[in-house]
Structure formats: C-alpha cells, structure tokens
C-alpha cells in the first residue's frame, strides 16, 4: 500500500486538516486490515537541486529538497517501512541525513561513513522501519548543502494515543546566509572574528586564555561582573550575514499560524540553522515543553527556551485572548531574531517584541555569575539562574508583555495591522527551560555505565579549526565500543563556544540526576567552560558520525567515527 503524506505544510491550515481528515480516514478504513498483513508502507520521492532563491535580498542559489526551503514535511508513522528515493539533479554529490533517527547505519546517509553518497544524476533509495516517534527532521551531509538549505521537517505519529492538540504546526527556525557559505568558511579561516564587528577585546581575550587558560580567564571577566568579551563572540557568524527564518520565511515576510481562543495549539520547534542558537519565547504566553528531541517528557512550564542547533522541542500553548501572540526567536547573540505570529486572522500581526538586551545575555551564556563554579562543575547544575531572570526581567516581568510598550519602532510599522483585546493573565515570573529541569515521561533503567569515554570538545578560534582532544577528524581513530555496552561520555568543553553534540544512530541520556528519568536526546549541548555527562547505550551495530553540530565546526574537524562493534567481530 502507497500511502503519501507528503501535503504537510504547516503555512496552510486548511491543507492540513483536509489531509489529517484523510489520515484518519485512511486509518478508519484500512489501517487495521492493513496492520494485520505487513506493515504500512510509506513512499516518498525527493528530489535535489538548485534553484535561485530571493529571500529579501539578491537571488542566491539554493539547495534544495522538491523546491522547498524548507523542503516538503514528511509525516511517517511509527511502525511503517519507510522507502525514501532521492533524485540528485545536482552536478556534485548530495545526501539526506534523517536526524535522531533509529535506522541500520547503512540508511544514516552520511557519506563516507555509512554509505558513498548519491551521485550527480543518480537515486538512492532509503529503506528502514520507523520505530519511534516524534519531531524530528532531515538534513543534507554534503558539504555546505544544509546551510543552502537541504533540510525538512519529519513528523512521526504516534503508534499509542498522544495528548490531544486542536491544531499542530511546525516552526522549523533556520539561518540563511547572504553570502557563500564556503567564503564565509574561508573568511572565518583567515580572521575568525571577521564577522564580529565589535571586537574591541577580542584579542585581549585570546591573550588572556593563552596566559591563564579559559578557565581562568573566564572566572577573572566574570566575577568582576565586568564581561569586556562581546557578545557577538558567542556566534561565529551572525546576523550580519544571516537572515533569521521561521518556515523559510524573514519577519518580513509574516507567517503567521491560525487559532481560535482557547484551543490547544502544539508547536513542534525545530532548529534547522547551520550555526545560530535562538532564545524562543511568546509574549503573553506560558509554553509547555511535552518533548525534545522527538522524546515526550513531563509537561513543564516556561516562558522561554534556548533552542541550540538541531535540536527539537514540542510546546504546547493555550492562547485564550483574540488577538495575535508573536513566536519571538532571537538569535542567542541577538544579531537577528525569526518571527512570526500565531492569530485568530490571517490579517492580524503580533508585533515584534523588543529585543532582549545583550549586555544581560552575556553572563548567563558564558557561564553565568557563578563561571568559575561552571567550569569545574556540571554543564547544568551550576545555571546561573540569577542572570537568567535578569535577562528576562528587564522589559518582560515590568512591562508585562504590554504590546504597546512592546511595539517596535518604525521598522515594523508593516505590521501594524494587529489587534488588542484584553490582557492575557499576568505571568509571575520568568522561568526559562533548563537542561536540569527536564524528565522523560517513562523510566529507563541503564545501569552502571561499563565505561567512561573523556572527550575535551576543543578548538583554536584564531586558526578557525575546531576538534575532539585537540585531534581534528582527519588525523584521528575511530572511537570504538562494543555492542550493548554502555559507556558514558564526559564532554569537557575548553572553548568559549556553546557546542551542539550529535551522536547519530544512538540516544544520549543527559545526566541531570534524575536517574532513570534522565532525558534521552540526540543533541547535547555544552556550554562553554563546562562539562556535561551522558550515558550512551550502544545498542545499534554501524559506523556512526558523532560531531559538533554547528556546521563549520563539524566542517573544520569536530568530528569522529563511533564504531559500534558486533562482539564476533574480533
Ligand atoms: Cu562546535
């Protein structure tokens, strides 16, 4: 049975209800009789190539999945064989990566791991059963192809009941660059802080580290309450290259998400951007983190979350006012922010909060106030929570999300069009989502771990080259464990960069000290000068890509080969 989801995009609502009417249907009828033979068999074809695309600028090209950016969103079911046929029409090698997803290595489509790659003019077929479910997403492997923009959302339903949503969008948050990203790569290469134009003590900075070490030299700014290091050293390319988008579209370009008062409204945010981390938050709104990385958790409030690079999370809102909420993302250097609104019309606009102010941000992201703790002790356990209400609290807990107060200035006099009804309830105060705050929904016993794997997540940014133990991939053995081992990995990061780790194939379980409820990710981050421990199980025999997610770190060699070893394999 041929069965194709592939409708699903969130801009249009109507598209997508017409197409869950099907889904149901399809399940009413001939699911069960179905299920009963062989597992559901989802098809689906994407073609790769280039297309000139505009983005409120000059036409640049593109990489793309079917002409999208994002491409088409695929809806598998958890229990169905997927078959994925991919065209390349493109005249150099492409790939698809299906992110955080359990398949046989071979399917993982990172070339020169786990398969060749799919050569110009030729198909690939993917073929795996899909054993989770979730929010997930996919992404081309193939040089600078996922920051050209191969990359989609993958939504997988559920086998068991969910928690019921009246409506479902995807919020797929993306960074797209003005330039070339290869010269970008090269300009990074010759001055790493080419694209920080306020780099007053950046060179003190690094003198600082070579004399005292990052450890040092980070408590020493810190606890002088005194950060001389810019902000816009958090990212290294940013805002000025980049636009910030919300389903392929600039503020500017007002997507907007239909409700109706009171609905339950689900929100699957996935960070598909290449480089950028974004503070999320809705103005008048308390989200409901249910799952990250496409694992349901217990239902926590926030008012905001930190996204880093290739992560997911799944909120559920409430609004109950007619009147249109912002979905405020701003890139964690506050170089730029993606936008878009969630409204009762199509032609109401929330407007654009104020940006949150950067000299706040930092502390909080280099460590917070108490930096020289962070550097010795867990990645989470030493958040710095006294930045992270100053960071907030500045403009939300005082003006209490007051949309004149935070109506932009003129710039955004485009959106004008929006609407106030009354005031949502105040919300108290500011709680922003922290890693220590997170539970699975279910318990997972793992035991001991068998091993204990150090991996220093290092660098030198001067040189733009990044690493695992000062190795770069090309010069470095594959790690290797054997199958239904559990080894845990202490990442310690020694640079003053935030660094998205990616295990693929495996799930890492974040030690937060919640036991068997620690959650179960594909991507950890670790925030600079700290340290975070997780618990891989290597149950999934392969060659595994495990790397920084930021793509020019991963491109400049953070990056290793996991092997997991079948026990006869010796
Ligand atoms: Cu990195």
Known sequence: MRVNFRQADSRSAPAKSAAKRVSKLIRGIGWGMVLAGQALAGEYHLTIAEKRVDIGGEPQTAILADDGLPGPTLHWREGEDVVLHIENRLSEPTSIHWHGIELPYRMDGVPGISFEGIAPGARFSYRFPVKQNGTYWYHGHSGMQ????????????SAQPQPAADRDYVVLLSDWPQADPYRTLARLKKQSDYYNFQKRTVGDFFADIERLGLRETLSDRLAWGEMRMDPTDLADVNGSTYRFLVNGRTPQMAQHFLFKPGERVRLRFINASAMTYFDVRMPGLTMQVIAADGQNLQPLNVNGFRIAVAETYDVIVQP??????????????????????????????????????RTLLTMADMGGAHAGHAAQGDNHLEHAEHAEHAEYGGHASQAGENLEAAKPAAEHAAHAGHHHAAMPPEIPSYQTLDYRDLRAETATPLGKPDREIELRLTGDMRRYIWS????KYADAEPIRVKLGEVVRFRYVNQTMM???????????????????????????????GTTA??????DAVGEWAFHCHLLYHM??????????EAPDRE
């Open 146 to 157: 996922e920051q050209q923009g191969l990359f989609g959302a993958l939504i997988i339903e």
């Open 320 to 357: 109950q006012a007619e009147r249109a909420y912002s979905i405020f993302a701003e890139a964690m250097d506050r170089s730029g922010y993606a936008h878009a609104s969630l409204s009762p019309r199509a032609d109401w606009l929330a407007p654009v909060p104020p940006p949150t102010p």
């Open 468 to 471: 695992f133990d000062d190795v």
């Open 498 to 528: 935030n660094h998205p780790i990616h295990i693929h194939g495996l799930w890492q379980y974040l030690d937060i000290g919640a036991g068997a409820y620690n959650p179960k990710k594909h991507v950890i981050n670790v925030r600079p």
């Open 533 to 538: 421990v997780v618990d891989v199980p290597a």
């Open 555 to 564: 491109d400049t060699g953070m990056f290793r080969k996991l092997i997991v």
